[in-house]
């Protein structure tokens, strides 16, 4: 079945060092894998996707992400984390074969310390 | 840009009452949308998949008769929660693939209501 995992419920990081977020897959064919960040109370926005090509994806807000099918993972990552970034950071796989839904990993939450 | 308007936003009401939500596609035709709950501090979990014109496709779990979704037309689906119950207080998001400005196999998310039974 597919699935998305997400190993870090929360992280905190200083302001202005880097972040790696990571992110492992299951799916049985080509995935379609996305990032979305969520502030309290608010929906969702992308940060970027990955349908095929190139396997480094730039985002919004400065993130990238890479594509590793070898190790069925797509981590996200940023080399300066600010304040601002503090949120809900969530993985997500599109399953088109199962009606083009999305399938969620647990999220982590990120925190940046000043 | 692609936008999904979801309203209410916020929504407080009676155990045993019924609330309704709608998502509405603004600059797009959404064929389908997807319904989501989210409870706090954690992920979103699908709950439905609405097709205009068709009978929605529930995920296992879901009581369909709780949870009533209608895709009325190309711009507009709801999702009314019927007898509502303290449980049933969460955060519901909607989400539909595709926008103007969306590549193939974007989504679109709605701003979320936050539903509090009391």
Redesign the interface.
């Known amino acids: 079945a597919q699935s998305v995992t997400q190993p870090d419920i929360h992280i905190t990081v200083s302001e202005g060092a880097s972040l790696e977020l990571r992110c492992n897959y299951s799916y049985g064919a080509t995935p379609y894998l996305f990032w979305y960040v969520q502030s309290p109370g608010q929906g969702l926005q992308l940060l970027l996707k990955y349908f095929s090509g190139d396997t480094l994806v730039q985002g919004i807000k400065g993130f990238e992400a890479e594509f590793k099918r070898s190790q069925s993972s797509f981590n996200l990552r940023k080399p300066s984390v600010h304040w601002s970034d503090a949120a809900e950071y969530f993985c997500a796989v599109g399953a088109w074969n199962q009606g083009g839904k999305l399938i969620f990993g647990q999220g982590t939450e990120l925190s940046v310390k000043p | 840009g692609a936008v999904v308007s979801?309203h209410p936003s916020r929504v407080i009401c009676k155990s045993g009452t019924s609330v309704k939500i709608e998502c509405r596609s603004l600059d797009f035709q959404a064929t389908?949308m997807?319904w989501y709950r989210q409870f706090p501090?954690?992920?979103?979990?699908?709950m439905a998949?609405s097709n205009e014109g068709s009978k929605a496709?529930y995920e296992q779990g879901v009581e369909k008769d709780k949870f009533l979704i209608n895709h009325a037309s190309l711009t507009l689906s709801t999702l009314t929660v019927t007898s509502a119950h303290p449980e049933d207080s969460s955060?519901y998001?909607c989400?539909a693939?595709g926008g103007s400005s969306a590549?193939?196999?974007?989504?679109t998310?709605?701003?979320?209501t936050?539903l509090t039974v009391v």
């Open positions: 979801q389908t997807f501090k954690q992920s979103l979990m699908l998949t496709t955060f998001i989400s693939p590549p193939n196999y974007g989504y998310f709605g701003s979320g936050r």
